[in-house]
């Protein structure tokens, strides 16, 4: 089983709100099954912990059963998901984030070859 799991960071409109909020979203995927989706907003009731154990039980986790966390190292959403098994976790950086990570060290070093031939 894998739980692949993000944040977003949602920005008020200006003039309208002067609020902001984070917004946490994933799926669960177990092994020959479809995906689960959650998501957790801050005026939902339900907790970041409490969605992902939901979507896990909903998938058929059991407590002690082993499963992969994808996500971007995060340490709040790590600890969204440990907090939710109750029990350690094999956490895996997702290449999507790592790529994203390299991609703005290549445009840093483009610029900075550009500016200098100029």
Not at 16 to 32: A, C, N, S, W
Not at 48 to 65: K, M, S
């Amino acid at each position: 089983m894998s739980v692949f799991i993000d944040g977003a960071h949602i920005r008020a409109v200006p003039g309208y709100l002067t609020r902001q909020f984070e917004k946490i979203m994933g799926h669960v995927e177990p092994d020959g099954r479809a995906p689960r989706h959650f998501a957790v907003a801050p005026n939902i009731s339900t907790s970041n912990v409490d969605a992902v154990r939901a979507a896990l039980r909903a998938q058929g986790w059991i407590p002690g059963r082993d499963f992969s966390v994808f996500s971007d190292g995060d340490s709040a959403l790590k600890g969204a998901v440990i907090s939710a098994a109750r029990q350690k976790i094999t956490h895996v950086l997702d290449w999507f984030h790592i790529s994203m990570r390299v991609r703005h060290i290549e445009q840093a070093f483009e610029a900075s070859v550009s500016w200098s031939q100029s």
